[in-house]
């Protein structure tokens, strides 16, 4: 239940994404979903494996390799799906905030339920 929450509000982070930062279009929340679930998907495989690679930059540079690595997914992703589309990196890298903020909200209101 937790993963179909989660799922479903890093869609809704997409979606709202696409309508706060300019050169990012979603066609509508489903292909939002679509598209977390691919950026989910990317950065547990492919991301995952490129932040085993760069740790020790990554560690050095305090996570920043780690983040562009996030961006990079999306941009993964962009190129994947006809419905998802960004202009660019920067656009990206700031729907990649956007994401990351809402996700940090949930966290704190949900709370952390360790059953």
């Known amino acids: 239940m937790q ?4 799922v479903l509000l890093m869609g809704l982070a997409v979606f ?6 300019p050169g ?7 292909t939002a979903v679509i598209a977390a679930l691919l950026i989910a998907l990317a950065n547990a495989t492919v991301g995952f494996i490129l932040r085993v690679l760069t740790f020790p930059i ?3 540079t305090l996570g920043l390799v780690s983040f562009i690595i996030t961006v990079l997914m999306i941009l993964l992703v962009d ?12 656009a990206s890298a700031l729907l990649a905030i956007v994401i990351a903020l809402i996700n ?3 966290s704190v209101i949900a709370g952390s339920d360790k059953d």
Do not use: E, H, P, W
């Open 104 to 106: 940090a909200l949930y």
């Open 58 to 60: 990554n560690f050095l």
């Open 16 to 21: 709202l994404g696409a309508r706060i930062v």
């Open 79 to 90: 190129n994947l799906m006809k419905g998802f589309n960004t202009s660019g990196f920067f």
């Open 3 to 6: 993963l179909i929450i989660k």
């Open 24 to 30: 990012v279009q979603v066609d509508g929340y489903t």
